[in-house]
Nanobody, 121 residues
Framework: QLQASGGGLVQAGGSLRLSCAASERTGSTYAMGWFRQAPGKEREFVAAVSWSGDSTYYADSVKGRFTISRGSARNTVDLQMNSLKPEDTAVYYC????????????????WGQGTQVTVSS
């Protein structure tokens, strides 16, 4: 139900934009979030946006550098990543939740396949 895209290889300080497309029903009524998982580490919360787009929440590690937003059609969500650092390297996953703006992965109902982001130093 969720399809993520936009990953790639970028140098430190560069930018990437990830996109996630959901089914029309999921995208219009569910909060959407991004998580990431680096090799050997737990999957961690990155950012989330409410179904209406009026509320967002960010992990401290990405605050001020990443921006999450919903598309005009509501069933897409983007993650603009600026000032990327090598420690941002991970597989990024989009997810959907019936909750308002959840930060815990256990509160998400649907997950997309991951997209690899690699930041070289």
């Amino acid at each position: 139900q969720l399809q993520a895209s936009g990953g790639g290889l970028v140098q430190a300080g560069g930018s990437l934009r990830l996109s996630c497309a959901a089914s029309e029903r999921t995208g219009s009524t569910y909060a959407m979030g991004w998580f990431r998982q680096a090799p050997g580490k737990e999957r961690e919360f990155v950012a989330a946006v409410s179904w209406s787009g009026d509320s967002t929440y960010y992990a401290d590690s990405v605050k001020g550098r990443f921006t999450i937003s919903r598309g005009s059609a509501r069933n897409t969500v983007d993650l603009q990543m600026n000032s990327l650092k090598p420690e941002d390297t991970a597989v990024y996953y989009c997810a959907a939740s019936i909750m308002r703006v959840p930060t815990h992965r256990g509160l998400y109902d649907y997950w997309g396949q991951g997209t690899q982001v690699t930041v070289s130093s």
